[in-house]
């Protein structure tokens, strides 16, 4: 039985029947009805709950005149991310900057949340990557039919001459299969691999030598919650409707 | 508009509530020794193989930056993006490794 967190721990304690009560709704039974929260449910929720409580935090203390060091850090954030937008979608993909900064902060946050001493990365789980590979995936078929209608969306797979058509329908259906799968086992991989090596040089010398190993861990967990992101701007830029054509 | 298409993809989502039900049992066969050298061995050629793209992809880089150095940060933008996605090759070889390896 895995080890459970404190945060996990209190959930189990005190939301064991409320827990269950929903596993059964959806069809589903736990391995062990005392400890139905998993570890990744717990710290995702953990995540998700430090993100509100951010902008909680953030939406009094914006001001237009004398704007605070807060408002500052986020207007970086933003502008960075609305730059990558216009940069890789066009002015066309604006509308979905919402997804993709919800995108970047869960995965940004929930990489660097493991670093903290008693919690860990729910991103180094696989359901949580995969969560939100599905939901990219989702994210930008819907779009791409939303802008292009059904028929030119499935039209598009064709690539840009009719007479490959018969090659670039599979490649791409074959492609567009394999995105949910590269994206989960980049993300999921890069945390797994980045808490196993400072645990196993952690086992070598205890206190000193995984300090490299986490200043690695922490460049890696920004550079993969941005190339998560920046692979979601570009598979949208891809569905939504090209004005070359 | 907008509110149609989040709840498109709120369904969506709960529809894929069945993959919480994966399970998967590895079947241990007589010579299941070899896992842990193939293991080894797979690992480190993935490693080295994508080693060896990595530095050609920061090669090539380097001498853009020297030869245009005002093209820096698309090149760093570049370089950061071929990295990211050789590095994924070596770790699709780790996952397979801690799947098989249960």
């Given at each position: 039985?895995?080890?459970?967190?404190?945060?996990?721990?209190?959930?189990?304690?005190?939301?064991?029947?409320?827990?269950?009560?929903?596993?059964?709704?959806?069809?589903?039974?736990?391995?062990?009805?005392?400890?139905?929260?998993?570890?990744?449910?717990?710290?995702?929720?953990?995540?998700?709950?430090?993100?509100?409580?951010?902008?909680?935090?953030?939406?009094?203390?914006?001001?237009?005149?004398?704007?605070?060091?807060?408002?500052?850090?986020?207007?970086?954030?933003?502008?960075?991310?609305?730059?990558?937008?216009?940069?890789?979608?066009?002015?066309a993909g604006q509308p979905y900057l919402?997804?993709?900064?919800?995108?970047?902060?869960?995965?940004?946050?929930?990489?660097?949340?493991?670093?903290i001493p008693t919690l860990e990365s729910?991103?180094?789980?696989?359901?949580?990557?995969?969560?939100?590979?599905?939901?990219?995936?989702?994210?930008?078929?819907?779009?791409?039919?939303?802008?292009?209608?059904?028929?030119?969306?499935?039209?598009?797979?064709?690539?840009?001459?009719?007479?490959?058509?018969?090659?670039?329908?599979?490649?791409?259906?074959?492609?567009?299969?394999?995105?949910?799968?590269?994206?989960?086992?980049?993300?999921?991989?890069?945390?797994?691999?980045?808490?196993?090596?400072?645990?196993?040089?952690?086992?070598?010398?205890?206190?000193?030598?995984?300090?490299?190993?986490?200043?690695?861990?922490?460049?890696?967990?920004?550079?993969?919650?941005?190339?998560?992101?920046?692979?979601?701007?570009?598979?949208?830029?891809?569905?939504?409707?090209?004005?070359?054509? | 508009?907008?509110?149609?298409?989040?709840?498109?993809?709120?369904?969506?989502?709960?529809?894929?509530?069945?993959?919480?039900?994966?399970?998967?049992?590895?079947?241990?066969?007589?010579?299941?020794?070899?896992?842990?050298?193939?293991?080894?061995?797979?690992?480190?050629?993935?490693?080295?193989?994508?080693?060896?793209?990595?530095?050609?992809?920061?090669?090539?880089?380097?001498?853009?930056?020297?030869?245009?150095?005002?093209?820096?940060?698309?090149?760093?933008?570049?370089?950061?993006?071929?990295?990211?996605?050789?590095?994924?090759?070596?770790?699709?070889?780790?996952?397979?490794?801690?799947?098989?390896?249960?």
């Amino acid at each position: 039985m895995e080890h459970d967190l404190w945060v996990t721990a209190l959930l189990n304690r005190f939301l064991a029947g409320p827990a269950n009560a929903a596993l059964s709704v959806a069809g589903m039974r736990p391995e062990d009805p005392a400890h139905p929260w998993a570890n990744y449910v717990a710290m995702e929720i953990l995540v998700a709950l430090i993100i509100v409580v951010l902008f909680a935090l953030l939406r009094p203390r914006l001001s237009m005149d004398r704007p605070g060091k807060f408002q500052h850090i986020f207007e970086l954030v933003y502008n960075f991310l609305h730059g990558q937008t216009d940069d890789v979608v066009g002015p066309a993909g604006q509308p979905y900057l919402a997804f993709f900064g919800t995108l970047f902060i869960f995965i940004l946050f929930g990489n660097l949340i493991g670093l903290i001493p008693t919690l860990e990365s729910p991103t180094m789980f696989v359901p949580v990557p995969f969560g939100c590979a599905l939901a990219t995936i989702v994210f930008y078929n819907l779009v791409g039919i939303q802008q292009q209608g059904i028929w030119k969306y499935i039209l598009h797979f064709t690539g840009p001459v009719w007479w490959l058509a018969w090659l670039m329908f599979p490649i791409e259906i074959i492609s567009n299969l394999a995105r949910p799968l590269s994206l989960t086992v980049r993300l999921y991989a890069n945390m797994f691999a980045g808490e196993n090596v400072t645990m196993a040089f952690a086992g070598i010398v205890p206190l000193l030598l995984p300090i490299p190993f986490m200043a690695l861990h922490i460049f890696v967990g920004l550079l993969q919650a941005y190339i998560f992101a920046l692979l979601t701007m570009i598979y949208v830029a891809e569905a939504l409707p090209h004005p070359e054509h | 508009m907008k509110t149609k298409l989040f709840l498109l993809l709120a369904a969506a989502l709960v529809l894929a509530s069945p993959m919480f039900a994966q399970g998967g049992a590895a079947p241990a066969a007589d010579n299941h020794h070899w896992i842990w050298i193939a293991s080894g061995f797979s690992m480190a050629i993935a490693s080295g193989l994508c080693g060896l793209a990595q530095g050609k992809a920061v090669a090539a880089a380097c001498d853009a930056m020297g030869r245009n150095p005002g093209a820096a940060a698309a090149i760093r933008f570049a370089l950061i993006l071929g990295l990211v996605l050789i590095e994924s090759l070596a770790l699709y070889t780790f996952a397979i490794i801690f799947l098989k390896i249960s």
